[in-house]
C-alpha cells in the first residue's frame, strides 16, 4: 500500500512578496526538484532563481489550466500561489478536483494577517472579505458604524472606488488604510478619509483596511431579518417589512441552501434570504422586465449581486432551474399549476411558502391546505397613522400565509 507521502503528488507553496527569503529550507527545496511548476507571472518572477524546471503559467480562461494540473495526477508538481493558498486562493480552487490527500500544502501568512499586524487589528475581529475580481457591492452589508473590514482589492483603482461608494453611501467620514505589496521592499502604508480621498500611485498589489463611521442617514444593512421598506426600490409589488420578516422565519434559511422566489417584484425576499448567509442563494423568477430590472438595482444597492434573475412567467420560466430548497411564492396571486409545478420540483425536506392577499389566491391556499397538510397562518398588521387632529389605527391588508414542508 503506497504511503501517505508518495501519494501527495501536489505541492502548493504560498508565497509573498518577499520571495525566497520569505520560504523556509523545504519549500525551497521542492521548488528546486520540481519538473513542473504552474503559478502567476509574478509569483515566477518572485522564485525564478530556484527553478529549474518547466515553468508553466496560468492561462485564461483558468480552467484550463486547472485541468492541466489534474492532467498531471500521480506525477511530482508544484502550484505557486500568493499568501495561504486556501484564503480566497488557488488552494480553495484546486481542491474542488483533487483531494486533501493528495495535497502537499506549505501556506505563508495571507494579506489579511500582515495588515491586522500592521494596524494591531485583532484579526478575529475584523470581517474579512476579498473583492478580487468581484463587484465592489459585496461590503455593502458589512458597513455598520465601528467596524473594521479588511478587502482583498483587484487593482490600483479599487480603493478609489471604494470611497466613492462609502462617500455616497454615507459613510464617507470612514478612514481607509490603503496596505500596498504588503512583505516586500515596495511595502507602504497610507491612509485617507472616504469623502476626501486622494491618494494616487497605488500599487496594483495592495489591501483596504476600513473603519467604518457611520454618518446621519447612512445607509445600514439591519443584520435582522424585516429591513425597512424604503431600503428597496420597489413600485409597489413589495412583501411589506412586517410580513417579510415572518416570511423569512417561515422558509428558516440554512447553510447553502438556494430558494425560489416566483413573482419576485422587487426581489426583497430573495435578497433578504441572501443576506442571511454568505452561502445562501436564490433565483427571483419576474415576468415583467421592468421588475427585472429593479431587482437587479436592489441586489447592488443591499450588496447580494449574485442572486440570479430570471425574466418569464412561471410555471414556464421553472423549467430547467436547479432544484431549491425553499419556495417562495407571492401573495399578488398565482394559479394552482404554479404551486403543483413548485412542490414536485422542491426538494424532500424543503419549505414552502405561499402568501395570499387576494381572495382567489387565499382560495387556492386553503384548498391546497386542505389536501396536503401544513400551516396556515393570518397575519393582521396595523399602523398608527393621523385621523383628522387626532391618530388612530389604519389596517394593511391581511396576509394569509401557507407554509408547508415536503415530505
Known amino acids: 500500500m503506497p504511503s501517505a507521502s508518495s501519494r501527495r503528488w501536489l505541492t502548493i507553496i504560498g508565497i ?27 509569483h515566477h518572477e518572485l522564485v525564478a532563481a530556484l527553478v529549474t524546471g518547466e515553468r508553466l503559467c496560468w492561462e485564461s480562461p483558468f480552467d484550463r489550466s486547472v485541468e492541466a494540473v489534474a492532467a498531471r495526477r500521480g506525477l ?3 502550484v505557486l500561489g500568493s499568501g495561504d493558498p486556501f484564503l480566497y486562493g488557488i488552494g480553495a480552487t484546486l481542491s474542488r478536483r483533487i483531494s486533501a490527500e493528495e495535497m502537499r500544502v506549505i501556506p505563508a501568512p495571507s494579506s489579511f494577517s500582515l495588515a491586522a499586524s500592521r494596524l494591531g487589528w485583532p484579526l478575529q475581529e475584523v470581517a474579512t472579505i476579498s473583492l478580487h475580481g468581484r463587484p465592489l457591492e459585496l461590503i455593502r452589508p458589512h458597513l455598520h458604524h465601528g467596524r473594521r473590514i479588511a478587502a482583498l482589492t483587484s487593482d490600483a483603482e479599487t480603493p478609489s472606488q471604494l470611497a466613492e461608494l462609502l462617500r455616497v453611501s454615507g459613510f464617507g467620514q470612514s478612514q481607509l488604510h490603503v ?12 491612509q485617507a478619509r472616504a469623502d ?11 489591501v483596504c483596511a476600513i473603519e467604518v463611521v457611520a454618518g446621519e442617514g447612512a445607509r445600514v444593512i439591519a443584520f435582522t431579518p424585516g429591513l425597512d421598506d424604503t431600503l428597496f426600490e420597489h413600485d409597489g409589488q413589495l412583501t411589506k417589512q412586517d410580513v417579510r420578516a415572518i416570511t423569512l422565519s417561515a422558509l428558516a434559511p440554512r447553510h447553502g441552501e438556494l430558494l425560489w422566489d416566483i413573482g419576485a417584484g422587487s426581489g426583497s425576499i430573495g435578497i433578504e434570504w441572501m443576506l442571511a448567509d454568505p452561502s445562501l442563494r436564490a433565483v427571483a423568477i419576474e415576468q415583467s422586465s421592468e421588475r427585472a430590472a429593479r431587482i437587479a438595482r436592489n441586489t ?39 404551486l403543483d409545478v413548485a412542490l414536485q420540483v422542491l426538494k424532500g425536506g424543503g419549505r414552502l411558502v405561499a402568501n395570499a392577499v387576494t381572495l382567489e389566491m387565499e382560495a387556492l391556499l386553503l384548498s391546497m391546505h386542505e389536501e396536503r397538510g401544513g400551516t396556515l397562518t393570518r397575519i393582521e398588521v396595523s399602523r398608527s397613522a393621523p385621523i383628522g387632529g387626532m391618530n388612530g389605527w389604519r389596517p394593511a391588508m391581511p396576509v394569509t400565509q401557507w407554509r408547508y414542508i415536503k415530505k
Open 16 to 42: 509573498g512578496e518577499d520571495g525566497p527569503a520569505g520560504l523556509g529550507d523545504e519549500a525551497k527545496q521542492l521548488i528546486a526538484a520540481a519538473p513542473v511548476v504552474f503559478g502567476g507571472r509574478r
Open 76 to 78: 511530482p508538481v508544484v
Open 179 to 190: 496596505l500596498e505589496a504588503l512583505g516586500g521592499q515596495r511595502e507602504r502604508r497610507r
Open 196 to 206: 476626501s480621498f486622494d491618494l494616487g500611485q497605488i500599487d496594483p498589489l495592495n
Open 300 to 338: 447592488l444597492a443591499l450588496g447580494v449581486p449574485g442572486l440570479a434573475i430570471v425574466e418569464g412567467k412561471a410555471p414556464e420560466a421553472l423549467a430547467n432551474l436547479p432544484e431549491p430548497d425553499a419556495i417562495f411564492v407571492g401573495g399578488g396571486g398565482s394559479g394552482a399549476g404554479v
